[in-house]
């Protein structure tokens, strides 16, 4: 680094972190510490830019950091809004506010320059980035912690009440199997029977109503002492009581097939609510595991951003001058780096 200004300003960046398992090798920071140097040693702009009259940078806040697949939050602008001065965010919603690149061979290191229109706005704007980072790493150490403790829970679940679900299982598959071979052990085949026997009911009403009809009829004629109505009045009371008795025998079968019925509705969710807590506990087991293993190994994206040295380095920029570029293949302006 050339010429450095003697002054360094150290600046904190004041995070709240939950700490717990998976930090066992590692302090959680509830406070961030950078070093910020002030730098001579002058930075160009490196951004294409389309339309005259932009804001141009006058600083720029440059941070190494560590190389990692987390995704960067570097697109939603309005995240900077209450941390910037207004000039700095009318500059960021330019979406040139940023450049990346590659900071040794081994890729294992970025550098970030984050430009501004001023010194505290290059600083802010870089802090607020890692906070932003930090932030992201938070919420998906929060989302696995939260992950573990409902696969605990699902575990916790299944072991209570499959032992209970399969005993009350027990009898119910026990009368199916019991009555089950009176409808071929087919629940479709069981409502067809309700359905004829509910046919049959509905018959066996109409024929002894009719009887009655025929009964009540001949009573009002209850003087006559003729044989013909006495002998009438006989036979129609015994087609009475065969028809009461058949309606019974009906009822009493269609009381059976819906007790059938009804049990192997009950089995199918009993036997259904069993599989799925056994498939629930069987995904817990497979993974508490492997989440345990992370939180205790955490990835880069469930830590702290590291930074480089702890350092953010403030260069001023080059002076530019934007024209207007020749209409050739497109219409965007050109800058000149003076």
Same mark, same amino acid.
């Given at each position: 680094?050339?010429?450095?200004?003697?002054?360094? $300003?150290?600046?904190?960046?004041?995070?709240?972190?939950?700490?717990?398992?998976?930090?066992?090798?590692?302090?959680?920071?509830?406070?961030?510490?950078?070093?910020?140097?002030?730098?001579?040693?002058?930075?160009?702009?490196?951004?294409?830019?389309?339309?005259?009259?932009?804001?141009?940078?006058?600083?720029? +806040?440059?941070?190494?950091?560590?190389?990692?697949? &987390?995704?960067?939050?570097?697109?939603?602008?309005?995240?900077?809004?209450?941390?910037?001065?207004?000039?700095?965010?009318?500059?960021?919603?330019?979406?040139?506010?940023? +450049?990346?690149?590659?900071?040794?061979? +081994?890729?294992?290191? &970025?550098?970030?320059?984050?430009?501004?229109?001023?010194?505290?706005? #290059?600083?802010?704007?870089?802090?607020?980035?890692?906070?932003?980072?930090?932030?992201? #790493?938070?919420?998906?150490?929060?989302?696995?912690?939260?992950?573990?403790?409902?696969?605990?829970? +699902?575990? @916790?679940?299944?072991?209570? &009440?499959? %032992?209970?679900?399969?005993?009350?299982?027990? %009898?119910?598959?026990?009368?199916?199997?019991?009555?089950?071979?009176?409808?071929? /052990?087919?629940?479709?085949?069981?409502?067809?029977?309700?359905?004829?026997?509910?046919?049959? $009911?509905?018959?066996? @009403?109409?024929?002894?109503?009719?009887?009655?009809?025929?009964?009540?009829?001949?009573?009002?004629?209850? #003087?006559?002492?003729?044989?013909?109505?006495? *002998?009438?009045?006989?036979?129609?009371?015994?087609?009475?009581?065969? #028809?009461?008795?058949?309606?019974?025998?009906? @009822?009493?079968?269609?009381?059976?097939?819906?007790?059938?019925?009804?049990?192997?509705? &009950?089995? !199918?969710?009993?036997?259904?609510?069993?599989? !799925? $807590?056994?498939?629930?506990? /069987?995904?817990?087991?497979?993974?508490? %595991?492997?989440?345990?293993?992370?939180?205790?190994?955490?990835? !880069? /994206?469930?830590?702290?951003?590291?930074?480089?040295? *702890?350092?953010?380095?403030?260069?001023?920029?080059?002076?530019?001058?934007?024209? @207007?570029?020749?209409?050739?293949?497109?219409?965007?302006?050109?800058?000149?780096?003076?």
């Amino acid at each position: 680094m050339k010429s450095l200004k003697a002054k360094s $300003l150290l600046m904190g960046l004041a995070l709240v972190w939950f700490g717990g398992i998976g930090y066992a090798q590692q302090e959680i920071p509830t406070k961030r510490k950078f070093t910020v140097e002030l730098s001579d040693q002058q930075e160009e702009w490196r951004m294409a830019w389309e339309g005259l009259g932009v804001i141009e940078p006058v600083a720029v +806040a440059k941070v190494v950091l560590k190389a990692d697949s &987390r995704a960067w939050p570097r697109d939603d602008i309005g995240l900077f809004q209450e941390y910037v001065s207004e000039q700095q965010y009318a500059f960021m919603e330019q979406r040139h506010f940023i +450049a990346s690149g590659t900071h040794d061979r +081994a890729n294992l290191y &970025r550098y970030y320059m984050f430009y501004a229109v001023s010194e505290k706005d #290059a600083r802010k704007t870089a802090e607020r980035f890692i906070e932003l980072a930090d932030q992201r #790493a938070l919420d998906q150490l929060g989302k696995l912690k939260k992950d573990l403790i409902e696969q605990k829970q +699902a575990l @916790e679940e299944a072991d209570k &009440r499959i %032992p209970k679900l399969e005993e009350e299982l027990k %009898p119910v598959e026990a009368l199916e199997e019991a009555i089950g071979e009176r409808y071929k /052990n087919s629940l479709s085949q069981a409502k067809e029977q309700r359905f004829e026997l509910y046919r049959q $009911l509905g018959a066996f @009403e109409i024929e002894i109503a009719g009887y009655q009809a025929q009964v009540d009829t001949l009573k009002k004629h209850g #003087a006559s002492t003729s044989p013909k109505i006495y *002998d009438l009045r006989l036979a129609l009371g015994v087609e009475l009581a065969g #028809a009461e008795a058949r309606k019974k025998e009906v @009822e009493k079968q269609l009381a059976q097939v819906k007790d059938y019925i009804l049990n192997c509705t &009950r089995r !199918s969710t009993l036997r259904g609510e069993v599989d !799925s $807590l056994k498939r629930k506990r /069987n995904t817990a087991l497979n993974r508490i %595991p492997s989440l345990e293993r992370q939180l205790n190994n955490l990835p !880069s /994206n469930m830590q702290p951003v590291e930074v480089f040295e *702890d350092r953010i380095v403030i260069h001023p920029m080059k002076e530019t001058h934007i024209i @207007e570029a020749p209409q050739i293949r497109s219409q965007r302006p050109t800058r000149i780096i003076r």
